[in-house]
């Protein structure tokens, strides 16, 4: 089982409307979650941290279910800018682990205008 | 805003030769980082640095891999006789501390190294 597990997409979106996808992560201790975006060749960019009572910064909400241990993205009113691979990234976080993030394929995203 | 810096931007080698991969992390950053992503393929953990030492390693970062922090501001990968499979984008990343408090344990990356090997 990969140890974090994304839809691949495309996901197509209109202008303005919203999307969400989910993320799998299989090892239940894992402590620290965030939404990186990508973009094509580019370097992995911070998207937002993903807290235990979920949040939310602008369009975009984050939630994160622990028992069925999943996180989840919502964008809302997509913006053509929007377009991009959205990477799940899980972080361990143990005394011997603490710093290997364990990245998802990523989920792409492309708004139409 | 400060960020990871990284050099060059691509880097051509032939098969067997040494490459050193250059990064300069944030500067009040303690925790450095190499990932790697092979074209089309997820970013890929390699090597965590802290206080001058190797604090974990991928099954990836073998003996031909190497990093070291030689003066107070670069971070450098060095893979001492390339491959072919070694191919790939190289991504610098630094974070303040592992810690979850304020989530300092968030990482950013520099913008890369694309390595060749013909």
């Known amino acids: 089982r990969k140890e974090v597990e994304q839809d691949p997409g495309p996901f197509n979106v209109p202008e303005g409307a919203t999307v969400a996808f989910n993320c799998t992560y299989s090892n239940s201790a894992s402590q620290s979650f965030f939404w990186y975006r990508q973009d094509c060749r580019k370097e992995p960019k911070l998207l937002m941290s993903v807290y235990s009572s979920g949040n939310e910064d602008g369009r975009f909400t984050a939630q994160l279910n622990r028992a069925s241990q999943y ?40 708004v139409t205008p | 805003e400060p960020e990871v810096t990284q050099t060059p931007s ?12 250059r990064c300069v992390p944030i500067s ?24 001058n030492e190797i604090s974990e390693k991928s099954e990836i970062f073998d003996d031909q891999f190497s990093v070291e922090r030689p003066d107070g501001s670069n971070f450098t990968l060095k893979i001492r006789s390339t491959k072919l499979e ?10 303040e501390a592992p810690g979850l408090l304020d989530h300092t344990d968030t990482q950013y990356f520099g913008p890369g190294t694309r390595l060749t090997v013909l």
């Open chain 2, 10 to 21: 691509h880097q051509v080698t032939q098969m067997g030769q040494e490459v050193i991969l």
């Open chain 1, 71 to 110: 996180i989840s993205l919502l964008i809302r009113d997509s913006k053509l800018s929007d377009s991009a691979t959205y990477l799940c990234v899980v972080n361990l976080m143990t005394t011997d682990s603490w710093g290997k993030l364990q990245f998802g394929a990523g989920t792409q995203v492309v």
């Open chain 2, 86 to 95: 070694d191919s790939a984008m190289y991504f610098c990343a630094s974070s």
């Open chain 2, 28 to 51: 009040n950053h303690l925790y450095f980082y190499w990932y790697r992503q092979i074209l089309g393929q997820k970013v890929e953990f390699l090597v965590s640095f802290y206080n």
